[in-house]
């Protein structure tokens, strides 16, 4: 959908005007939200704020190189890979921290206490109606270690408190938190072994990339969970199917490595593996978020104050 496309627009944003509740006073819009053609032109040359549709950024992409008074790009996802390396090095990119916190933590959370329930083993045996009882370990006094404690991997804590389990936390670099040390991501070969489930919230990085592989994952108990809602490739796929297949870890994964997950891939029925189609986010928690942060962010830029989230600043 594209509307408001009249030429002299500063921003192109993929929300109803109504819907921010307005803008700053001299910053016409351009709507688009990603799922038509883009704007012709005439009505993109003066824009240089341009919030990203979510999800959208295959669509995207090719309208960067039509903004020839681009200045800032804002991203509605945390992680910005994929848009990085389209971004001209004059123009600021932003990502979306914050935004995602609440939805990803929640679904973390979910998919760990899934495996450890067995509620995918419930869900079947009520399909076949049998009634399956037996044991099934509690998040209760386990140890959850979350890699990559920024704002999400906080978040995922502050719901993992009341469930009465250590957390540990690993991060880019050591420093002091509210709940505990934050350790640095040197340190976290050493702690694997103490537990019980390890929540992978970073970010996909030339650092990060197949972070979890053969002798990560080996350094972990028997009977660990894995549970990715950062991304896919973060993860060494062919050295968790091998886990996997021997029945040692469990794994539940929002996010995957191929993505999406082609039919007939081994992580479809590899054993004690429970796959969510990368929807960790899209909850009705986003679009307020997004919306609020959107708001936020066109205000400092009209007002000439520092943006928030910047991943890169532009040169220009």
């Given at each position: 959908m594209a509307a408001g496309d009249s030429t002299g627009a500063r921003t192109m944003l993929p929300y109803a005007l109504s819907e921010l509740g307005g803008l700053p006073e001299g910053w016409p819009a351009v709507v688009w939200d990603g799922r038509g053609p883009a704007p012709p032109d005439g009505a993109l040359a003066a824009v240089e704020f341009f919030v990203v549709p979510y999800t959208r950024t295959d669509a995207a992409v090719p309208v960067l190189g039509r903004l020839p008074a681009l200045r800032v790009v804002q991203s509605l996802s945390a992680g910005v890979e994929d848009l990085l390396p389209h971004v001209a090095p004059e123009v600021t990119l932003c990502n979306a921290r914050g935004v995602h916190d609440t939805s990803t933590a929640e679904h973390a959370v979910t998919l760990l206490l899934a495996v450890l329930?067995?509620?995918?083993?419930?869900?079947?045996?009520?399909?076949?109606?049998?009634?399956?009882?037996?044991?099934?370990?509690?998040?209760?006094?386990?140890?959850?270690?979350?890699?990559?404690?920024?704002?999400?991997?906080?978040?995922?804590?502050?719901?993992?408190?009341?469930?009465?389990?250590?957390?540990?936390?690993?991060?880019?670099?050591?420093?002091?938190?509210?709940?505990?040390?934050?350790?640095?991501?040197?340190?976290?070969?050493?702690?694997?072994?103490?537990?019980?489930?390890?929540?992978?919230?970073?970010?996909?990085?030339?650092?990060?990339?197949?972070?979890?592989?053969?002798?990560?994952?080996?350094?972990?108990?028997?009977?660990?969970?894995?549970?990715?809602?950062?991304?896919?490739?973060?993860?060494?796929?062919?050295?968790?199917?091998?886990?996997l297949h021997s029945g040692r870890l469990w794994a539940a994964l929002d996010v995957t490595d191929p993505e999406p997950l082609p039919p007939g891939h081994a992580l479809w029925t590899a054993p004690n593996t429970l796959i969510s189609p990368h929807v960790a986010a899209t909850t009705s928690a986003f679009r307020p978020r997004a919306l609020a942060l959107v708001r936020v962010q066109l205000a400092r830029y009209a007002a000439g104050e520092p943006l928030a989230n910047v991943v890169s600043a532009g040169r220009g």
């Open positions: 329930r067995g509620i995918p083993d419930l869900v079947r045996a009520q399909e076949a109606q049998r009634w399956s009882a037996g044991f099934r370990p509690a998040l209760a006094d386990r140890t959850v270690l979350i890699v990559g404690y920024g704002s999400i991997g906080a978040a995922v804590e502050a719901r993992l408190v009341p469930f009465e389990c250590e957390v540990l936390r690993v991060a880019r670099s050591a420093r002091p938190a509210p709940r505990g040390p934050v350790h640095a991501m040197a340190e976290l070969p050493s702690l694997l072994p103490r537990a019980d489930a390890v929540v992978l919230t970073v970010p996909l990085t030339e650092r990060t990339r197949g972070l979890v592989d053969a002798g990560l994952l080996a350094r972990l108990r028997d009977g660990a969970v894995v549970v990715n809602v950062g991304r896919g490739a973060v993860v060494d796929t062919a050295a968790l199917l091998a886990e």
